[in-house]
């Protein structure tokens, strides 16, 4: 089929390819202007800890010996001060052996931790979490923990008879209990206080499944990062690495859907992302930015899977095109088509019924 010079067909194939790279890359574009927005604008959020809050059995973490409340001070002898160092040290290399010291009971001691045994690198990170203190930052006006007297600076201590040290234990055990009444025990200034509260029911994604479910929530958040200033270049250069960062775990996760290591429950649609979108907009403009972010990148990515009628389908077919140095048939572009219609039909209805079977669970 000949067109005119103007035509899109009459283009060159680089032409045509840079025209249906341009949406995509906009994506990514919109991507790292966002994170370079916030790193520039809020700085980078930092744990002021290196001490243990949560060890996962069977872990890497728990094979080496490492228990909740010790305290990392070095990382393959270079030495740690924030959570962040201990993350950027045990990603250095890639490597698999790292040698880890630690404070116990007041004593220096060393062990060796060993991710080879893990089929997915970013899975090194899952199983250790930083120490996190049941102390309340903030809370929120009118919320069932403002209206039983809760105060920022208070400490929780215990809820429903079960002692907590930690933020992490109390989020679970609110969570638990949506609408149910809960016992809470909290100290202020040394003095001892007891209330009962209702927890608030609010609808919340399920990571390991992504199914929807109530959770509840009393009205308290914790700031347990600090800020730290980055320069306008500099920022620049951390966009980059997030933007790469996020695109490796979406790409980890296609993956994961193909090889079914993960439950095709996890695959949303436009319900799923509003109701994800609301949620993230609840905890603030900050998430709800980086929410935007990933969902741009998301898009971009998916749209470049070589898969017919996408513009990752148009992009394999010009390669075709330049290999075999001739344009395809209308008829083979036909087919090429009509097979991407139905792979996109398929995928539009299973994402709107795992939308609908996940809102009615």
């Not at 775990?249 to 429950?265: A, E, G, K, P, W």
Request: proline letters at 5%; glycine letters at 8%.
């Amino acid at each position: 089929v000949k067109g005119e010079p103007w035509e899109f067909q009459s283009k060159s194939l680089s032409a045509r390819a840079f025209v249906i790279a341009a949406g995509p890359a906009m994506n990514i574009i919109l991507t790292f202007v966002i994170f370079w927005f916030l790193f520039f604008l809020l700085g980078v959020a930092s744990v002021e800890t290196t001490k243990i809050g949560e060890v996962k059995p069977n872990s890497p973490y728990a094979v080496a010996g490492l228990q909740i409340g010790d305290e990392i001070t070095a990382v393959n002898q270079n030495p740690v001060t924030v959570w962040g160092d201990v993350l950027d040290q045990l990603s250095a290399d890639n490597a698999n052996r790292y040698e880890i010291t630690y404070h116990r009971d007041l004593a220096s001691r060393t062990t060796d931790l060993d991710f080879s045994s893990l089929d997915v690198p970013q899975d090194r990170f899952k199983g250790m979490s930083f120490f996190v203190d049941s102390s309340i930052s903030t809370v929120v006006p009118s919320s069932p923990a403002s209206q039983i007297g809760i105060q920022p600076g208070d400490v929780i201590t215990e809820i429903d008879g079960q002692p907590i040290s930690q933020w992490t234990e109390m989020v679970d055990l609110i969570k638990a209990k949506p609408g149910m009444e809960v016992a809470l025990v909290w100290t202020r200034d040394g003095e001892v206080h007891r209330a009962t509260v209702t927890p608030a029911v609010y609808s919340a994604v399920t990571p390991e499944t992504g199914d929807m479910e109530d959770v509840g929530r009393i009205g308290v958040t914790k700031e347990y990062y600090r800020s730290k200033p980055v320069g306008f270049f500099e920022s620049f250069q951390m966009a980059g690495v997030q933007v790469a960062d996020v695109a490796g775990r979406i790409l980890v996760f296609v993956n994961q859907l193909v090889s079914r290591d993960v439950s095709t429950n996890m695959v949303g649609g436009p319900i799923f992302i509003a109701q994800l979108a609301g949620e993230t907009a609840r905890q603030g403009a900050e998430s709800l930015f980086n929410f935007i972010a990933f969902l741009s990148l998301n898009l971009a990515i998916l749209n470049l899977l070589p898969i017919p009628a996408l513009d990752g389908g148009q992009l394999l077919i010009l390669g075709v095109e330049g290999i075999i140095r001739r344009p395809l048939s209308l008829r083979q572009r036909l087919v090429w088509q009509q097979v991407g219609m139905a792979i996109l039909a398929f995928i539009m209805v299973f994402v709107i019924v795992n939308d609908i079977s996940r809102v009615l669970r």
